[in-house]
């Protein structure tokens, strides 16, 4: 047990420009105040570094950018190569592995040793890599550089161990799957051709062994040209000209016949007995025009010749459509007999492939699926079927399927929320899917004992929210919930909506959501909030809606007769479409102010029919100011127990009833100081030009501001990017309306000016409203947009953001003696306040009389934007925000049993019998944390986490029975401090490169788990505790399932005898050192694996790997008995020596006295 003392005899104010390190804090007046001697304060923390371990453990999603395909037909997997040098297998589901090359290098092709657990790839930095897949985390086994030639295409037949690599410049090269050596047998492109031609043939776009004689090999090359090799004789069988492009090959299971697609939109029949010419050219979309001619077709990039025991074969191909019509989608076309079918596809198509019985190439194919792989998703196509339906896709394919905004973590939830959630949304599916099963359907995995119900939230660019069930490192959809629905369609070209946010309006900005009381809140782009009960069942429903203007007065200087305004308008409202009657304001009666009066999006003022589920209740909306959109929302907290939402942005908070339906509060954030300001604020002009730019130079002569201003990060202004965005305008907006006091004009807020671009590179690193960017182009116009924003922010006020929200029974004065309601806020510039709550608790009362809310005039004060907030009991435990009991307000009435709110409040005195009054109150900002004991306010323990960077998120966590600290800054860095001594326990160099899509979707949650967005179409989740470290192995699905390979059909005695001596082909004699030599070592370079020797005798079995063994075995036990033989011949060496010396010492000694000695 670790004992913390912290004594304060008395409380100085912390200036801005303070030591960071100091732990006196700010008091309510800003001046110094005695405060109580807190008592000892015993917390016995059990958190060590030894706890904590940060892996990755699944990825989730759509591969982004892919690139390969390949399927094990016996293993049944299926692995998808990216651009990134990624490589997802998949299986059944809960079979989902991540393999990463450490080179980034794009994957060009991939290639499963079939039933061997293993996998080669081919990336564009001409790199061969083998793959091991008979352990849970895949490793490389070994990996081959080529130096001088660029790889293009590669050719594993089944159940051998030599690999075919075509290159650039037309040669084959064989590399020995076991040893990843090459062959001395290199087929050069001049002896393929004939001698007599005088052009290059082109790279090898195509490999593969004859079915009817394994020795012969057949190489396409990209000019036209078609050689059969005998690889026996090292010659030429045939070779074939053509005038069009080839881009693949396909074979007859017979091997008499092949087929070749082409640039020109054409499939070429050719047949061994006659070489000089197709028998059959066909234009599968080619239609013949008036003059007689084929139309122009797109080129055919693949085709596949597969034939089938009962019916005519099936020839399926991608492209090959007219030039006819622009903007045609991407088309998979599969001709079966006479009848040609042709699938429009959404995305273009990157590969696809057939999915046969049989492994063996010279056997009858029966293709019964094909899996089509398209730049965002997955598809396969059922063949067995005349409408060739789809299979319904069990994996998370569609994150994507509007561009991820935000995220949210929740682990252990309520038990009961997954099934509910479930069910609700499976009434919502699709239909129309293959009533098989899903093809893919290898490896095993089982549900682990570490498991606990978790939900991962999804906000997307269309408004719409996704649920989904992340149970067990798995993740499977549960409801879908559409934001949009609650608003009128918006005109095109018509309205606000249109002006600024043209094609997102609806956009998701950030959620919040209580599971126990199933309260959702949805923060939208469009400065709009809507709040979600959930119902079991459907309901005729009118949406309340509230408009509001917050803004900050911060201009001019008014007359004191104006003075009696508010400095904000707060203008509840029963449906939105309504225009209400405001204060006077400046603009009022032109155009412009009427314009004010409309909201960005039109609620729904009729009654419509919700369906059971989440059920919009109220939608909050922020009005224009002075012909400027209103400020986006950049913090957002809910209580249920409350039934209160408070909100802040730029400009200031409010907090509205949701119960009553009414706003309680709606101020600038300068006046929710009062007398209790800690900055002393610029005097400045009444008037100034608005396009001055003087704000970019203008300091302050002040010591304490300019300190102050030091002190601050980089994103103190514009809370980490949330009022950064391409509709954000600047801060400064509308008249000013400053109250005059008894202390006489109050000096308004401004901050001087500083670099722009560190507030650019900031907002860079931290966009947080901005939707994700659809292509890298996007993404660098959205940071332009973002800096400008900035700057032209810094030109004028510095606005004090409201950063975070925080709802709690807490302590809201010093002389409080119980906790109450109470409201937590944190700035931009560092600054905590707490502001009270008095709360009826009867609910009757409740949803009568009205709360009543006043700022209490507490201040502390911190480094940097203020990030978190997170409450304690003097034991150290977690203490958790009250909440209503979830209750169905739909469901039928019951006259036994009313329905009444029942409210769980954590107060923190309720578990403190044994240590007194108060609470530990944690707050994290972008670069400290302190600890604080309420209600003296004592600063207990600070830690500057960063001084070269800032914390991007930040969240009081549980972790092995315990809470710690969880800080991810922008750096990379992934932090955990203990609490409450705020120790630090890890710090790890996770992302050296941070972008804006992860900095808006990183999210810490229990357990020791967080996620974040690793690209625009997958999800990464991480783990900090050595504890799911430890059990990863477990969870993780096997990828290898040991599998009889299926035997090979009797050919009969007729075809073995006319079908050639295929089985009699030995390639080991051929491309074996005895017979081929060796390569030229600068051809290629061998890089053995982390794995070595001990992973290539897992990575053996079967025909191969029989034979591996028995040479591993054979070579070991050579290297043994010559190591024993060595050993010997030492030993003798040895002891010869030593009777020679004994022999000389007793010659010389011999004579001698025993005194001589």
């Known amino acids: 047990m670790k004992k913390f003392r912290k004594v304060l005899d008395g409380l100085t104010t912390s200036s801005p420009g303070g030591t960071i390190g100091s732990p006196s804090c700010g008091s309510a007046a800003g001046t110094p105040t005695a405060a109580p001697t807190p008592k000892d304060i015993d917390v016995q923390e059990t958190l060590v570094s030894e706890n904590f371990q940060l892996c990755k453990t699944v990825r989730h999603g759509f591969p982004y950018q892919p690139t390969a395909l390949a399927f094990d037909p016996v293993q049944k997997l299926l692995a998808i190569g990216s651009r990134s040098g990624g490589v997802r297998i998949l299986g059944r589901p809960g079979v989902d592995c991540y393999c990463q090359h450490e080179s980034g290098a794009a994957v060009l092709q991939l290639q499963f040793l079939i039933n061997e657990g293993a996998l080669v790839t081919a990336c564009a930095d001409d790199t061969l890599h083998l793959w091991n897949l008979r352990q849970r985390r895949p490793a490389i086994l070994h990996s081959l550089k080529f130096n001088r030639e660029r790889i293009t295409f590669c050719h594993l037949p089944f159940q051998s161990k030599w690999l075919y690599v075509g290159t650039e410049r037309g040669n084959t090269h064989i590399v020995n799957i076991e040893s990843f050596i090459l062959s001395g047998y290199v087929i050069m492109w001049n002896k393929a051709i004939e001698l007599s031609t005088k052009t290059h043939p082109g790279p090898v776009v195509h490999l593969s062994d004859s079915p009817k004689d394994e020795g012969k090999l057949l190489i396409g090359f990209e000019s036209g040209t078609v050689v059969q090799w005998d690889l026996r004789v090292k010659k030429a069988d045939f070779r074939i000209y053509y005038d069009e492009a080839i881009h693949s090959v396909g074979w007859h299971h017979e091997g008499k016949q092949f087929m070749c697609s082409h640039s020109d939109g054409s499939l070429t029949m050719w047949n061994l007995r006659n070489t000089t010419k197709p028998f059959q050219v066909t234009f599968p979309h080619g239609k013949i025009q008036k003059d007689g001619r084929k139309e122009s077709c797109k080129p055919i990039l693949k085709v596949e010749y597969k034939t089938s025991r009962n019916s005519e074969p099936f020839i399926i191909f991608s492209g090959g459509l007219s030039y006819d019509k622009a903007g045609r989608r991407p088309t998979l076309t599969i001709m079966h007999g006479k009848a040609i079918t042709v699938l429009e596809m959404d995305y273009p198509i990157v590969e696809f492939m057939a999915l046969c019985e049989t492994p063996y190439n010279n056997e009858v194919q029966e293709p019964y699926a094909v899996v089509v792989l398209l730049e965002k998703d997955l598809i396969v196509v059922d063949l067995t079927q005349s409408n060739f339906p789809v299979f319904e896709n069990p994996y998370p394919m569609d994150i994507h399927e509007s561009p991820v905004t935000c995220t949210a973590y929740f682990a252990e939830c309520p038990p009961d929320i997954i099934p509910i959630l479930y069910s609700i949304g499976a009434k919502h599916k699709k239909t129309g899917y293959s009533q098989k099963e899903w093809p893919v359907s290898g490896g095993t995995w089982t549900l682990g004992s570490h498991t606990y119900p978790e939900i991962i939230i999804t906000g997307h660019a269309d408004g719409s929210i996704k649920f989904w069930d992340a149970s067990a490192i798995t993740l499977q959809m549960l409801y879908k919930l559409k934001t949009s629905k609650v608003f009128e369609k918006p005109k095109v070209g018509e309205g606000r909506a249109a002006e600024l946010v043209e094609e997102d309006p609806f956009a998701v900005q950030m959620v919040s959501w209580c599971p126990k009381s199933r309260i959702f809140c949805v923060v939208g782009i469009s400065s709009h909030i809507i709040l979600y009960r959930f119902s079991k069942y459907d309901a005729n429903t009118q949406i309340v809606s509230l408009e509001l203007r917050l803004q900050c007065e911060s201009e001019d200087v008014n007359s004191p007769s104006e003075n009696e305004n508010t400095p904000c308008f707060s203008e509840p409202g029963s449906h939105s479409p309504q225009p209400h009657q405001q204060p006077a304001s400046p603009g009022s009666g032109t155009l412009e102010g009427i314009k004010d009066s409309i909201p960005y999006l039109k609620v729904k003022d009729r009654v419509v029919r919700v369906p059971p589920g989440y059920q919009a209740e109220l939608v909050i909306q922020l009005l224009w100011t002075d012909g400027d959109p209103p400020q986006q929302i950049t913090s957002l907290d809910i209580n249920s127990a409350y039934g209160l939402l408070a909100f802040g942005n730029c400009n200031g908070l409010a907090v509205v009833d949701y119960l009553q339906k009414t706003i309680l509060l709606c101020m600038s954030t300068l006046d929710l100081y009062g007398t209790a300001d800690p900055y002393q604020r610029l005097t400045r002009s009444p008037r100034r030009n608005r396009q001055s730019t003087s704000g970019l130079t203008e300091l302050s002569d002040n010591q304490q501001s300019i300190d102050m201003e030091r002190s601050k990060s980089p994103t103190s202004d514009h809370v980490n990017g949330h009022c950064t965005s391409p509709t954000s305008q600047p801060c400064s907006a509308g008249k000013p309306r400053i109250p005059m006091g008894q202390e006489g004009p109050r000096l308004t807020r401004r901050g001087p000016g500083r670099p722009?671009?560190?507030?650019?590179?900031?907002?860079?690193?931290?966009?947080?409203?901005?939707?994700?960017?659809?292509?890298?182009?996007?993404?660098?116009?959205?940071?332009?947009?973002?800096?400008?924003?900035?700057?032209?922010?810094?030109?004028?006020?510095?606005?004090?953001?409201?950063?975070?929200?925080?709802?709690?029974?807490?302590?809201?004065?010093?002389?409080?003696?119980?906790?109450?309601?109470?409201l937590w806020v944190g700035t931009s510039l560092g600054v905590v306040l707490l502001i009270p709550m008095s709360i009826p608790t009867e609910q009757e009362e409740r949803m009568e009389e009205s709360v009543t809310i006043g700022p209490s005039g507490t201040v502390m004060m911190l480094k940097g934007s203020v990030l978190r907030f997170g409450f304690l009991d003097c034991m150290g435990a977690h203490i958790q925000s009250p909440y209503e009991v979830w209750r169905d307000l739909n469901a039928p009435e019951d006259p036994d049993r009313p329905r009444r709110r029942k409210l769980v409040n954590f107060s923190p005195s309720s578990s403190q019998d044994a240590c007194g009054e108060g609470h530990l109150a944690v707050v994290c900002s972008e670069r400290q944390a302190k600890v604080f004991l309420m209600p003296s306010q004592s600063c207990l323990f600070v830690h500057n986490i960063t001084e070269s960077s800032f914390v991007l998120r930040a969240d009081i966590v549980s972790v092995s029975n315990s809470v710690c600290l969880a800080c991810f800054c922008a750096n990379g860095h992934v932090m955990t401090l203990s609490l409450p001594s705020l120790r630090p326990l890890m710090d790890v160099n996770y992302l050296p490169m941070t972008d804006m899509r992860i900095a808006r979707t990183f999210c810490f949650t229990n357990g020791g788990q967080a996620l974040y967005l690793s690209s625009p179409t997958e999800i990464q989740r991480v783990t900090y505790s050595q504890e799911m470290c430890d059990n990863l192995q477990e969870m993780l699905g096997e990828l290898f399932t040991p599998t009889e390979t299926p035997e090979a059909q009797n050919r009969g005695f007729l075809k073995g005898f006319f079908g050639g001596n295929a089985n009699t082909f030995d390639r080991e004699e051929l491309f074996g050192e005895a017979a081929a030599g060796k390569a030229s070592r600068s051809l290629a370079q061998h890089i053995p694996g982390q794995v070595g020797m001990e992973g290539m005798k897992v990575a053996a079995s079967g025909v191969v790997g029989d034979l591996a063994r028995a040479r591993i075995a054979l070579d070991e036990r050579g290297q043994r008995l010559g190591e024993l033989e060595d050993r010997t011949a030492l030993m003798m060496t040895s002891a010869e020596t030593f009777s020679k010396h004994a022999h000389e010492l007793m010659l010389k000694c011999k004579d001698k006295k025993w005194y001589q000695f």
């Open 756 to 822: 722009p671009f560190r507030k650019a590179q900031s907002a860079a690193c931290m966009e947080i409203s901005l939707p994700v960017s659809h292509t890298e182009e996007s993404r660098e116009n959205s940071f332009s947009r973002s800096r400008s924003s900035s700057v032209s922010s810094i030109d004028r006020d510095t606005k004090e953001a409201i950063t975070t929200l925080q709802f709690g029974e807490s302590y809201g004065r010093k002389s409080d003696a119980q906790p109450t309601p109470c």
